[in-house]
Nanobody
């Protein structure tokens, strides 16, 4: 069974930090890019960041300089360090991995709420 489980979300004041974790199991994803997406109420799901198997990263413009994505292949875990959080970062954050053009796995999501 392939499973992605996010954790680390919560309520934080503006300017604070959170570290999200995504633990993957059921397959070897070390050769796959993985990403973090988020979806705020009433809005479409958007890409926040992704990291390739080699460790190259890309970020949405809105989070550049504030968020850092990383991975620990030995632990099959992907992280999203979120600093200088803003109320606009409030959303459900999802971890995902696309293993083929036809198959994408998603976690259940973790809520991040940033108060002003």
């Amino acid at each position: 069974q392939v499973q992605l489980v996010e954790s680390g979300g919560g309520l934080v004041q503006a300017g604070g930090s959170l570290r999200l974790s995504c633990a993957a199991s059921g397959s070897d994803f070390s050769m796959n890019a993985m990403g973090w997406y988020r979806q705020a109420p009433g809005k479409q799901r958007e890409l926040v960041a992704f990291i390739t198997s080699g460790g190259s990263t890309n970020y949405a413009d809105s989070v550049k300089g504030r968020f850092t994505i990383s991975r620990d292949n030995a632990k099959s875990t992907v992280y999203l360090q979120m600093n200088s959080l803003k109320p606009g970062d409030t959303a459900v954050y999802y971890c995902n991995v696309k293993v083929t053009p036809w198959i994408t796995y998603w976690g259940q999501g973790t809520q991040v709420t940033v108060s002003s």
